[in-house]
């Protein structure tokens, strides 16, 4: 799914949401477990991005990183996988994604659940307002110990945290990013595969709290 702002001009705003099926075919081959997960790139300058692939057999560390939950801007439930590996083109287990409501336009809207943590489902809406990008993530049906968000930055990017804000730039661009006043934030380092058996060193900003009894939990990521 497609949020743009200002498409096709130079300060275009695209925004790539994954609320999809895992995967090829019944093994769910080539797929990564990363529902609910988004792209974002302002201008054609990319913010937040996919790792990418990395490998597929000779390094199968690496390979379960690139294709786990964690790897991806999606939120990690008690530090598992949404879907379960069972080898380097094979899947055991697979979160089921479905769409609540898709709205396109000027004002775009995604709502989509996944229940790759069953009981818990998580239930995530993208809103692109006012060159902002409202991300809501809502839990229901299950409890978890820990929640944890990964946001994974191009290399080209530079970041810095104070609190529950970080601002990040890249080249000409500017986004500043407001995360659940929840979470204890950090920015960690990472790893990124643009071309296949090439990786780069990355950040990320990860935002973690314990889950508790709060359900709702907002991001907010304004491009200035």
């Not at 997960?37 to 057999?57: A, N, R």
């Not at 390094?59 to 590996?85: C, I, M, Y």
């Not at 769409?99 to 239930?123: E, F, I, M, N, R």
């Not at 920015?187 to 889950?211: C, F, G, H, L, W």
Request: hydrophobic share 35%; net charge neutral.
């Amino acid at each position: 799914y497609v949020l743009s702002d200002k498409r096709g001009e130079k300060d275009e705003i695209f925004v790539l949401a994954d609320a999809g099926p895992l995967g090829f075919l019944s093994i769910a081959a080539h797929g990564h477990a990363d529902a609910l997960s988004f792209t974002m790139s302002v201008g054609g300058c990319p913010i937040f991005v996919d790792p990418g692939t990395y490998t597929y057999y000779p390094k199968p560390k690496w390979r379960s990183w690139f294709r786990s939950t964690g790897a991806h801007n999606t939120v990690l439930v008690d530090e598992r996988d949404q879907s379960l590996q069972g080898g380097s083109m094979l899947y055991t287990q697979k979160a089921d994604t479905c769409v609540k409501q898709w709205t396109a336009g000027d004002t775009p809207v995604l709502v989509a659940t996944h229940d790759g943590y069953a009981p818990l489902v998580h239930s995530r809406t993208l809103k692109l307002a006012n060159r902002t990008l409202y991300i809501s993530d809502s839990f229901s049906g299950g409890t978890a110990e820990t929640l944890e968000w990964n946001f994974h930055l191009h290399p080209n990017c530079l970041v810095e945290c104070n609190g529950s804000i970080a601002v990040i730039r890249c080249k000409d661009c500017m986004v500043r990013m407001v995360l659940p006043y929840e979470c204890k934030v950090t920015i960690e380092n990472s790893q990124y595969s643009e071309i296949y058996a090439t990786k780069v060193d990355a950040k990320i900003i990860r935002a973690k709290v314990r889950y508790r009894s709060q359900l709702d939990f907002k991001t907010v990521i304004e491009v200035q």
